[in-house]
């Protein structure tokens, strides 16, 4: 199967993975034996090491393999460039599952899709706010480095930079967000994504949730910053944070105003 779509069965002898293993970190084709099946492997630095001795050799085959990334270039933009395909992939996500269809339908129509390379940066701080939706793959999210998290099908993100907030703050750092294999994805930017949702305020408050619960995983870390909590004893913080009210305020709306009576 390629991405999830299943595909003619394949008898020995024959290669697995074939020339697209030569240019991802892992193979995007999943192989289920039917039956007793004999395989053998060969390490892509042996191949590499082959290829050194036989440069034209490797050019003749990298250059194969390129038209066989232009076909799935072609089969993804048959897939995705029709609406009634971008609607069905949208109404498969959680966060949509049972969303208004005038919604999803306006959604497709703004919706970017993008076929992602291995290994691309697809978010980082010199990328413009959009919104993300990951329809197909698996990514890294990094940070100095270093692994924090990962990405796969049915997921989106991007949502606290769309809202303005400061992503390197709530993630430790400025977070990069790269494919580990191919991946099918679609992007909204920003200004289209909030126009969409001042016409649709149940689907706006579904997506500042989406926002609400992502930063709810930082609370505890910005409560002990807070100087007046200096000092406290550990045990304290889990009483405090069950007695803390959380509320999102978007741009503009006031958090408190003078003359209220005050409660909190």
Known sequence: AVFGTQMDPLEGPCILGGLMSLLTPKVMTTFVAQGIAFVSTLKKCDIAAIF????????????????VFSE???SFRERFGVQANLEKRLREL????????????????????????????????????????MFEGYC???????????????????????????????????PTIKP??????????AKALHDLLARFPTERARFEQLVHTRMEASVCSKLSQVQCFDGMPSRM???????????????????V???????S
Do not use: W
């Not at 034209?56 to 393999?65: E, M, P």
């Not at 580990?180 to 930017?189: L, P, T």
């Open 257 to 263: 105003q003078q003359g209220e009576t005050g409660e």
């Open 237 to 255: 913080f889990p009483q405090v944070l069950r007695a803390l009210e959380r509320r999102l305020f978007m741009k503009g709306v006031p958090i």
């Open 72 to 74: 799935l270039c072609d």
């Open 94 to 133: 959680p966060i949509l599952e049972d969303s208004d269809p005038s919604f999803v339908r306006a959604m497709a129509g703004i919706l970017q899709p993008m076929l992602l390379l291995p290994g691309q940066s697809v978010m980082n701080h010199e990328s413009d706010a959009q919104l993300y939706v």
């Open 140 to 174: 890294h999210v990094i940070v100095r480095d270093t692994v924090v998290g990962t990405l796969s099908s049915k997921m989106v993100f991007g949502e606290l930079k769309v809202y303005g907030l400061d992503t390197e703050s709530f993630a430790g750092g400025l």
């Open 52 to 67: 050194d001795s036989h440069p034209q050799d490797r050019k003749a085959l990298f250059s194969h393999a390129n038209a």
């Open 180 to 189: 580990v294999e191919f991946c099918e994805v679609g992007a909204i930017k």
